[in-house]
């Protein structure tokens, strides 16, 4: 028969041992299996230091405004400075009892400093505690990613200026269309990884506003200053609904979906890398250290590293999706699902950066074929649209052009050369009015150079777009 009300033996001051911080409502242990699957202890451990981080800067608000002794602090101070130690040398013990990094932490604190530790919780929750913590996880995160994407950004750029001339075919649908310069295409990169840093850094500012004070959800009856808690830690504002923030992980997902973006990114240079070392291009190679061999096929270097960038943007955007889904319709305000934010953001850190680390490296040791680049820049009349805008310019209207090189190229590819390779009688059935100076447009330099203007692929204009973006890494040092 159910009985609402305890067993004496469980009621407080009995003398069953009761481990749990909050256990002191419950008549019997939590089952075994039930106290693993919601324990989070094993990956949220990671948060620590940034735990300790905002019960410091708690505790010393608490005493600021008299909530708690300037001995408690003291004593806080202490037992949090020893654990920190034990923490960064591998000697504190994690107990899957203890639930959580918080509760581990508290029961440590109380057991090195006794009362105080007790009182450190006042005004506070692990609800608002945990928000703070990802907070300042995510801050820290962000900032060494921004670095990680500095560093890759001023990779492509200098490779971009070496490779400012070097002509290559550019493509549409994966067919030849025009000539660019390799230079070009790599600072098509640096555009895409500069945003992905302006989305981290505006995503950013969201992370950095304090839900500390706000306590489970209602906020807290004690005199706190939270102005004071956020300077301590460093940050820029205050959340302004206690319910919201201890709710809602949009920062997070914003986090994610910059991160997805930036994979998705670095997938599609991946890619590009595996199709340009394979034989049938021939445009580059990349490090041996970058590359694993095959245990069966004796001649076989993989670009294992850019096939594994690309298959980890699977699962970063696996991430996304999960805490997409996580928070939708949660009722407000805290609820348990949120402590599954905690894995796919982690993993999320770890993978971008490795990714973005690992690219940087391996784009340093990247060599290129000039030659096969320009052979094949040569097939799939990639000038034919040169030839069309130079009958512009003698007065045929453009599409009559269109027409007259499509079908010149059409006679070509029957005889199967290249444009410039037509004589100049052959040239003029199709285009009566060109003269012997066509064959300078024909040219790949001649192409390329004449997409001079801002954001075109000539080979001065790369430089100069190559120059600027070394500049604003410059300007971005923190
Ligand atoms: N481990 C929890 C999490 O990650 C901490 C907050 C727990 N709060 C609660 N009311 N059970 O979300």
């Known amino acids: 028969m159910n009985s609402e009300h305890p067993p004496s033996g469980a009621q407080p001051g009995g003398?069953?041992?009761?481990?749990?911080?909050?256990?002191?409502?419950?008549s019997e242990p939590v089952d075994e299996r039930v106290k693993r699957f919601t324990a989070s202890v094993e990956f949220d451990k990671r948060l620590a230091l940034f735990d300790i981080q905002g019960s410091l800067a708690h505790a010393a608000m608490l005493a600021a405004v008299g909530v708690i002794g300037e001995q408690d602090l003291?004593?806080?101070?202490?037992?949090?400075?020893?654990?920190?130690?034990?923490?960064?040398?591998?000697?504190?013990?994690?107990?899957v009892d203890?639930?959580?990094?918080?509760?581990?932490?508290?029961?440590?604190?109380?057991?090195?400093?006794?009362?105080?530790?007790?009182?450190?919780?006042?005004?506070?929750s692990r609800n608002?505690?945990?928000?703070?913590?990802?907070?300042?996880?995510?801050?820290?995160?962000?900032?060494?990613?921004?670095?990680?994407?500095?560093d890759l950004r001023r990779v492509l750029a200098e490779l971009a200026q070496t490779h400012a001339d070097l002509i290559m075919p550019g493509f549409t649908h994966l067919q030849v269309a025009q000539p660019i310069t390799f230079g070009h295409h790599l600072l098509a990169y640096y555009e895409m990884l500069r945003r992905d840093a302006e989305r981290f850094g505006d995503?950013?500012?969201?992370?950095?506003?304090?839900?500390?004070?706000?306590?489970?959800?209602?906020?807290?009856?004690y005199p706190i200053d939270r102005e004071q808690v956020a300077a301590a830690l460093g940050f820029e504002g205050l959340s302004e609904n206690s319910l919201d923030a201890v709710s809602d992980?949009?920062?997070?997902?914003?986090?994610?979906?910059?991160?997805a973006l930036t994979m998705t990114h670095l997938s599609r240079l991946s890619e590009e890398l595996i199709l340009w070392m394979s034989p049938r291009f021939g445009f580059i190679d990349l490090a041996d250290r970058f590359c694993t061999g095959s245990s069966i096929m004796p001649q076989k270097k993989n670009p294992d590293v850019p096939e594994l960038v690309r298959g980890k943007t699977g699962r970063v955007n696996g991430h996304l999706v999960a805490l997409l889904t996580l928070m939708k319709s949660q009722p407000l305000a805290y609820n348990k699902d949120n402590q599954e934010d905690k894995?796919?953001?982690?993993?999320?850190?770890?993978?971008?950066?490795?990714?973005?680390?690992?690219?940087?490296?391996?784009?340093?040791?990247?060599?290129?074929?000039?030659q096969r680049m320009r052979d094949a820049a040569l097939q799939g009349f990639a000038t034919a649209t040169d030839l069309a805008d130079h009958l512009v310019r003698l007065g045929t209207p453009f599409r009559?052009?269109?027409?007259?090189?499509?079908?010149?190229?059409?006679?070509?590819?029957?005889?199967?050369?290249?444009?410039?390779?037509?004589?100049?009688?052959?040239?003029?059935?199709?285009?009566?009015?060109?003269?012997?100076?066509?064959?300078?447009?024909?040219?790949?330099?001649?192409?390329?150079?004449a997409r001079a203007h801002r954001g075109g692929t000539a080979p001065a204009r790369v430089r100069s777009a190559a120059a600027k973006a070394l500049a604003d890494l410059d300007g971005e040092l923190p």
């Open 203 to 221: 995503c950013r500012r969201r992370v950095n506003r304090l839900p500390l004070g706000s306590a489970a959800l209602a906020g807290t009856s």
């Open 128 to 150: 608002d505690q945990v928000a703070t913590d990802i907070r300042l996880y995510l801050r820290d995160a962000i900032d060494r990613i921004l670095g990680y994407l500095r």
């Open 343 to 370: 894995e796919p953001l982690f993993d999320t850190v770890d993978t971008l950066s490795d990714s973005l680390v690992i690219y940087a490296e391996m784009l340093r040791g990247l060599r290129v074929f000039p």
């Open 400 to 449: 009559e052009a269109h027409d007259a090189v499509a079908r010149a190229v059409r006679f070509a590819a029957d005889k199967g050369c290249d444009l410039s390779d037509l004589t100049l009688e052959q040239l003029r059935v199709f285009a009566p009015s060109v003269g012997p100076d066509v064959f300078e447009v024909l040219t790949l330099e001649g192409s390329v150079a």
């Open 74 to 95: 003291a004593d806080i101070r202490r037992g949090m400075a020893q654990i920190r130690q034990e923490i960064e040398n591998g000697t504190f013990v994690w107990s």
């Open 249 to 259: 992980r949009d920062f997070a997902i914003e986090f994610l979906s910059a991160a």
């Open 15 to 26: 003398d069953t041992p009761q481990p749990k911080t909050w256990s002191g409502r419950f």
């Open 98 to 124: 203890l639930e959580d990094v918080h509760l581990n932490i508290e029961r440590r604190l109380t057991d090195l400093v006794g009362d105080a530790g007790k009182r450190l919780h006042t005004g506070r």
